[in-house]
């Protein structure tokens, strides 16, 4: 056979988000920040951005104030947990209707 | 002596892309994220089966921005040493390649290739994320499994073996670089790989993964468990660089405080401690006590 069609027998990926699927169906509890105790926002410049170091998913951007991408956050709570301030809560996705989810 | 990296002056791209199949809350992530960072884009990856092919997905798409080479378990280091020696002969200097292994695939499995690179002097970075098990196949035993943990196939006692010391083993082949670090303390981790980038022969590094499935916790606690088990003095981060030891970051600041967190709330916090008893505990935080009296002694 050789290896003249090698080219074609080897399996490559392209790198792209959401290799998991939608990650943000998995979430059980939502997390809820709140502008008023976030650092950041009530400085309104670079600061604390601990959320942002310590989210395993990437999901929270290193802008003022943090945006948190629900399509593909799973809920971990680790942001609520680390957040000096609490500013980050988790709400339980119950509470959220049908229409808000998708 | 470079400056220590902060939150802000951190760089902002990222290698990874969002929605990966890793576990809600998991540490490797955290780890792999901040690791990649510190790397840089001219890297390429050699990982063999672990919990990190699992983030790094499947077919068709992949999670990773940099090219990696998923290798077999046993040939991690070996296949850095052949794309060392491919970059050498197409006459590329500066890109840098990096092995990242579970901490099955490199105590136990890939130990053999790992210590034969490191005698021969490979310049690569060898990364073993240790999350004291065999995690992604359903939580099984390995060699840095701690003492006294339920796994898989430990159920009922827990592990009756000591952990492993791996970076000792990896210290006696006289490396120019051997550092542990823990994904509670990223900015430890970033700091340690872009120091020992330029160093010449194999880099090792050891990194403490929490892991919410295998270690019994709630996905939302990751980095305090991982912060207890640097404040309880149960691991210690540490550089050796040229032989010489340091301990470094949250450790260092232990031995100048002279005062360590009861291990028993670190066993507290992991439903796989649950079978110890308080005997057992003593037994270890007297293990502790005098590893740490060592390290003040040293101090003085």
Sequence with gaps: MGTRNYKRKTSHSENGPGDGGRTGSWRVERPILDKSLCIPCKRNKEACFICWLFCPEIVISRTIPPKIDLEYCKGCGICAEECPTKAIIMVDEAEFSKEDKE | ?300
């Design chain 2, 1 to 300: 002596m470079q400056a220590k990296t902060t939150i802000l002056s951190l760089p902002t791209e990222e290698f990874v892309h969002p929605g990966t199949r890793a576990c809600t809350g998991c540490g490797l992530a955290i780890a792999y994220r901040v690791g990649l960072k510190a790397l840089g884009k001219n890297t390429i990856l050699v990982v063999p089966p672990s919990c990190l092919t699992v983030l790094q997905g499947l077919f068709p798409v992949a999670s990773t921005k940099l090219p990696c080479l998923n290798v077999t378990f046993a040939s991690t280091a070996a296949a850095a040493t052949g794309i060392l020696a491919t970059l050498k002969s197409q006459g590329k200097t500066n890109i840098q390649v990096a092995a990242w292994a579970g901490d099955g695939g490199t105590s136990d499995i890939g130990l053999q290739a790992l210590s034969g690179a490191a005698e021969r002097g490979e310049n690569f970075i060898y990364l073993c994320y240790d999350n004291e098990g065999y995690m992604n196949t359903g939580v099984q035993r390995s060699g840095t499994t701690p003492i006294g943990a339920i796994t898989a196939n430990t159920p009922f006692k827990g592990k009756l073996q000591q952990k492993k010391d791996v970076p000792a083993i990896m210290a006696a082949h006289h490396l120019s670089y051997v550092a542990t670090c823990s994904a509670a303390y990223p900015l430890d981790l970033y700091d340690k790989i872009v120091k020992c980038k330029d160093m010449p022969g194999t880099k090792y590094f050891h990194i403490h993964i929490p892991c919410p499935p295998g270690w019994g916790y709630d996905p939302r606690y990751g980095i305090k468990v991982g912060r207890l088990a640097v404040e309880t003095g149960y691991y210690d981060l540490y550089e050796i660089v040229n032989g010489e030891f340091k301990l470094t970051a949250a450790s260092e600041k232990l031995v100048e405080k002279r005062k360590l967190v009861p291990v028993r709330e670190y066993f507290r916090a992991q439903s796989r401690f649950k079978i110890l008893t308080d005997e057992q505990i003593a037994d270890i935080q007297n293990q502790i006590d005098a590893k740490w009296a060592a390290y003040y002694k040293k101090d003085e």
